[in-house]
Every structure is written in C-alpha cells, then in structure tokens.
Nanobody, 112 residues
C-alpha cells in the first residue's frame, strides 16, 4: 500500500522540543520532495517546510526557520521535522506530503 505515515507527536511542555518523522511505504521516499504542513484546531493548513530529494535544498515558511528544522535520512527512507521552543500556538496536527499524497498526521499538543 502506497502511503505516508507520520509519528513522533504527543504532549510536550512549553519550551520543549519534538522531532516528528515521516515514513513511506510502497515507494522510495528519497526520490521525492517532502513537505511538512500543520493544521491547528479550527484553523487552516499552514505550510511549514520542504526538503529536496537529496536533502541539500530546504525551504521554510515565514517565521518558521528559527525554530523548525527539516531533514531527511535517505538510507532509512525517513524525513524529519524538529521543532524547538514549542509554544501553545504549535498545537496542531502535523502532516507530511509527498508524491501528491498526505499522511494521516501526528498530533502535537503543547501544554504544561
């Protein structure tokens, strides 16, 4: 089955960090550009970052570059999103997108 699967979300304290992972099944993720987006409760989808297939080129959304780091491990067929300095506004479902599809998302809740 061709799909993307995100993991790594959960409850995180304000000021903490988390690393989300995106894995692919049914295709080789390293052949494709991968994008991370998020959707906070009651809000629209926000584009966060993307990374080129070889990992050399990375782009970030406005105000994302300071706390967000996208990376990939093509040997493991994984893409990551590291988020530092988490605050309540980062509470959202985070999705990875590639090859025209989106995963089911992983929820991050920032709360003490």
């Amino acid at each position: 089955q061709v799909q993307l699967v995100e993991s790594g979300g959960g409850l995180v304290q304000p000021g903490g960090s988390t690393r989300l992972s995106c894995a692919a099944s049914g295709f080789t993720l390293s052949d494709y550009l991968v994008t991370w987006v998020r959707q906070a409760p009651g809000k629209g989808v926000v584009w966060l970052a993307n990374v080129s297939p070889n990992g050399l080129y990375k782009n970030y959304g406005d105000s994302m570059k300071d706390r967000f780091t996208i990376s990939r491990d093509n040997l493991k067929n994984l893409v990551f999103l590291q988020i530092d300095g988490l605050n309540s506004e980062d509470t959202a479902v985070y999705y990875c997108e590639s090859r025209g599809m989106r995963g089911q998302g992983t929820q991050v809740i920032v709360s003490s």
